[in-house]
């Protein structure tokens, strides 16, 4: 059985750090695109960044881009995302998602994920 969990949310103030992890169980997903997704209150659900399999490939919506940044430990089945001037903007739900077929590319819609953790709370204070 797959299980993502999330960690490493908080309260910040706006302009600091908050690094992200997701660790994954069951099957290892070394060769399968990673996620970060987001939700802040009253919004659909929305892509933030994303990483292949190999972590060769990245990608960032443009609201991230520059700021947060996308990276796998495959050892440690394990998915991290670096955020860095953080904005109240951010202030949102953060999920980790996986695609569950190998050696695609980094998909951006919710649809094309199949496994999602639980979420962790990001609040970004001004």
């Known amino acids: 059985q797959v299980q993502l969990v999330e960690s490493g949310g908080g309260l910040v103030q706006a302009g600091d750090s908050l690094r992200l992890s997701c660790a994954a169980s069951g099957p290892t997903f070394s060769s399968n695109s990673m996620g970060w997704f987001r939700q802040a209150p009253g919004k659909e659900r929305e892509f933030a960044a994303g990483i292949s399999g190999r972590g060769g490939d990245t990608y960032y919506a443009d609201a991230v881009k520059g700021r947060f940044t996308i990276s796998r430990d495959n050892a440690k089945n394990t998915v991290y995302l670096q955020m860095n001037s953080l904005t109240p903007e951010d202030t949102a739900v953060y999920y980790c998602?996986?695609?569950?077929?190998?050696?695609?590319?980094?998909?951006?819609?919710?649809?094309?994920?199949?496994?999602w953790g639980q979420g962790t709370q990001v609040t970004v204070s001004s």
């Open positions: 998602a996986a695609d569950s077929r190998r050696f695609r590319v980094v998909r951006t819609r919710t649809s094309e994920y199949d496994y």
